[in-house]
């Protein structure tokens, strides 16, 4: 299937007739996690694989709500192991369903994220697929660290369990900081003559130690709480991995990995701005 005749509206169709229907039990798990009165299912995204200009495959990722009995991640993998061998639609066109592979990162949970994460300063994003970031009731393609971190902080703590520190989107928003980027914007074909437009590329974040100011003038964050911020911050970046970023995640945009990245001081950082 080549990548200009793909809708990515389709593969969410894909997706819930793999489960046996958006009102299979299967799909209901997925919608009734977090409570029943969540912005959006479960995490998980659907995303094309391609090859040579054509469609190859689909990259299917899903974290567990810790609150839910049903292991989503298993429900996901059985359904389409039961579709081995049988074909599907993909919008117009068919797909054979040859075999599945499961990849090195499967079965983590929210707790093996969080101690894995370490109290780093900086990280690189890579949005692998169009992304946009919802953010103050509209949507645009600049990748303002607020308007990252509380799509993952959203679905952390709703579906992990596990507390985050007060008032982190505000730390986020002071101290965090796009430090450098190579980005492309594309446009998205989602169904019929419809086009999202969204960026692809590397994001560089840097989380900077907060400074204190004129006598009298409390710091946000207190230096002994610094490493906590900064695993929180670390954490839920590698949610990424497994929910996407931004709008339409749960149909192909947003695909997202975590790197490492260089921590720079305050001035070299200056320095890269103004250059």
């Keep these: 299937m080549p990548i200009q005749s793909l809708r990515l509206n389709s593969l969410r169709g894909v ?18 996690a977090g409570g029943g009165s969540n912005r959006y299912p479960a995490p998980y995204t659907i995303g094309p694989v391609f090859e040579d200009g054509f469609l190859t495959g689909l990259r299917i990722t899903s974290m567990q709500d ?18 081995q061998g049988k074909t599907v639609r993909v919008g117009s066109a068919a797909m054979a369903v040859l075999g599945i592979q499961e990849q090195p990162q499967s079965g983590k949970t929210y707790e093996q994220i ?11 994003l890579e949005f ?10 509209y949507s645009g393609v600049l990748p303002i660290p607020q308007a990252v971190w509380q799509f993952y902080e959203w679905r952390w703590r709703t579906f992990s369990g596990i507390a985050l520190p007060l008032e982190f989107l505000t730390w986020v928003s002071n101290q965090v900081h796009a430090i450098d980027a190579a980005m492309e914007t594309r446009l998205v074909p989602m169904k019929s003559n419809i086009t999202v437009s969204g960026i692809m590329g590397t994001v560089t974040y840097q989380a900077f130690q907060e400074k204190k100011h004129s006598k009298g003038h409390e710091i946000t964050v ?23 970023t931004g709008e339409h995640a749960d149909i192909g945009m947003g695909r997202t990995r975590v790197l490492p990245a260089q921590v720079l001081t305050s001035r ?7 250059g």
Excluded at 15 to 32: C, I, Q
Excluded at 116 to 121: F, H, S
Excluded at 222 to 242: C, G, H, T, V
């Design 222 to 244: 207190p230096e002994s709480q610094l490493p906590n911020y900064l695993r929180a911050w670390q954490a839920l970046a590698r949610l990424a991995e497994y929910c996407g």
């Design 66 to 83: 810790r609150k839910s009995p049903t292991n989503t991640g298993l429900m996901i993998e059985n359904a389409w192991q039961g579709l």
């Design 128 to 137: 692998t697929m169009p992304t946009r970031f919802p953010f103050h009731k």
């Design 114 to 124: 969080w101690e894995e994460a370490q109290p780093e300063q900086g990280l690189q």
């Design 15 to 32: 997706f819930y007739d793999a489960l046996g229907g958006e009102t299979s039990p299967a799909a209901r798990a997925m919608h009734d």
């Design 268 to 274: 070299q950082a200056s320095q890269r701005e103004l």
